[in-house]
């Protein structure tokens, strides 16, 4: 019987939001509260505004709170570990890039980078895919990466004469992704998600905080001056209307606001911007100006740094170079230290320092991530309202990232694996939802639950 057929004979039973298979409170309650906030501070990264908040080491007290109130609840068994295919092929990354150390070019670098900072993504994934069991826990976890978009980027607007510039472009306050050209990629991210939660929800509040995202994320946005960023949220823009805005009166309002609230900073843009992002199409009129040329230096060194890349990976392609080993291997070759360049690209960087086999199992993760998604989409979420706008956005948002990471290195950062969590996540719950679709109801009570039981 297909999965349809059950939902639809059995659409007259209310169904709960539950905690995969469980019933109750959904467990680790302290292990999510410990994650919110120490997603709030690797994205907001209030130690960039106020610098004596980085001797508290916020993420690292955070991320060890939400470790131990974890399995403290795993060994008094409160909870049970979740296998999901993403988090195997995850497991199976990490295993790999172990097993590389020996063969790295440094390897004590690659033993460095694979403690700090893969180890404590992993392990921070590890726990989204954990405790991100029901709507509202993925909800408030999306709250916390838009509102430190909006305490990052208005207070770099506003504090303008006090953050970082290079040149006439804007750098910001922040030095992780909501900082330089990581901004786009940010926000192309969470454009989606930001058009679903409007949809969602009616509140003057809510709409309040979304359009002051929206609005500051754009003009800061204009100010890095960021090519790939500005592509990246167009992508965004365009999957966000085809995918999550489409049939909805609210969604198509939301969707017309981000467009001119991307075309008003467009039009107030400074020149800087214009000069940029002017050598996409036409770079010959611009020959004299050193804005430009800026740029279409900063264009053939990303060519150069592919171009390496790609010799890397045929000289070395089971282990590759090492993780974190490009920059090393490229300043030793041309003899400059200055020559230490990054690859700019996430595919670039994964198949360059660990291997084919490696960018075989990231892009493996993308691909499992996005069918799943559309199973979601397509079969379960059609009787749920919520989990269908929910998928679409992060189906949009991986996107989205993917295409980003063509201008970017983040292979071994938290970013990418909390939109996979999340995506494991809405897994969870669209299997709850079957499983409780097709399980017949005794009204039988325990002594300890006001549920009743399952037979």
Request: with cysteine.
């Amino acid at each position: 019987m297909s999965t349809s057929n059950v939902i639809g004979a059995n659409e007259a039973i209310p169904v709960p939001d539950l905690a995969g298979a469980s019933f109750g409170e959904p467990a680790c309650e302290w292990t999510f509260v410990f994650v919110w906030l120490f997603t709030f501070a690797i994205y907001a990264r209030p130690e960039d505004i106020l610098p004596s908040l980085g001797e508290l080491h916020l993420t690292f007290a955070l991320g060890l709170c939400a470790g131990l109130a974890y399995f403290l609840a795993l060994g008094s068994g409160g909870t049970r570990i979740s296998w999901s295919p993403q988090l195997q092929i995850v497991s199976l990354l990490t295993i790999w890039f172990f097993v590389g150390v020996p063969f790295a070019y440094w390897k004590g670098g690659s033993l460095h980078q694979l403690v700090h900072p893969w180890l404590k993504t992993f392990f921070i994934f590890f726990l989204l895919t954990q405790v991100l069991v029901t709507a509202d826990r993925i909800q408030k976890l999306l709250w916390a990466i838009i509102l430190s978009e909006l305490l990052v980027t208005a207070y770099s607007i506003v504090e303008s004469s006090k953050v970082m510039w290079v040149g006439d472009r804007m750098l910001g306050v922040s030095l992780g992704i909501l900082g330089w050209n990581f901004l786009g990629i940010a926000a192309a991210s969470t454009i989606p998600y930001m058009a679903a939660l409007f949809v969602l929800r009616k509140s003057f509040l809510r709409t309040t905080l979304l359009i002051a995202t929206v609005c500051s994320l754009m003009w800061m946005l204009v100010l890095t001056a960021s090519r790939g960023g500005i592509l990246n949220v167009l992508v965004s823009i365009a999957l966000s209307f085809l995918l999550v805005l489409r049939g909805s009166a609210r969604g198509k309002m939301v969707g017309v606001a981000t467009v001119l609230a991307l075309m008003v900073s467009v039009s107030l843009a400074p020149t800087v911007f214009w000069e940029r992002v002017g050598t996409l199409w036409n770079s010959s009129e611009l020959q004299a100006n050193m804005t430009a040329a800026s740029a279409r230096e900063s264009t053939e060194d990303r060519l150069v740094a592919l171009k390496q890349a790609v010799e890397y990976t045929l000289e070395h392609p089971i282990f590759g170079l090492g993780i974190g080993n490009f920059g090393i291997a490229s300043g030793i070759d041309v003899g400059q230290s200055t020559a230490w360049r990054s690859t700019h690209n996430t595919y670039a960087e994964i198949c360059s320092e660990a291997g084919v086999p490696a960018l075989l199992l990231f892009i493996g993760l993308i691909i499992t991530t996005l069918r799943n998604l559309t199973k979601i989409i397509r079969t379960i979420a059609a009787k749920d309202a919520e989990l269908d706008l929910m998928a679409r956005a992060t189906l949009v948002s991986v996107l989205s990232f993917s295409f980003g990471a063509i201008f970017a290195h983040l292979t071994y950062e938290y970013y990418l694996y909390y939109l996979i969590a999340i995506a494991v996540g809405l897994q969870q719950r669209a299997r709850a939802s079957v499983e409780l679709a097709t399980t017949d109801w005794i009204p039988e009570y325990n002594a300890n639950s006001s549920l009743p039981k399952m037979v």
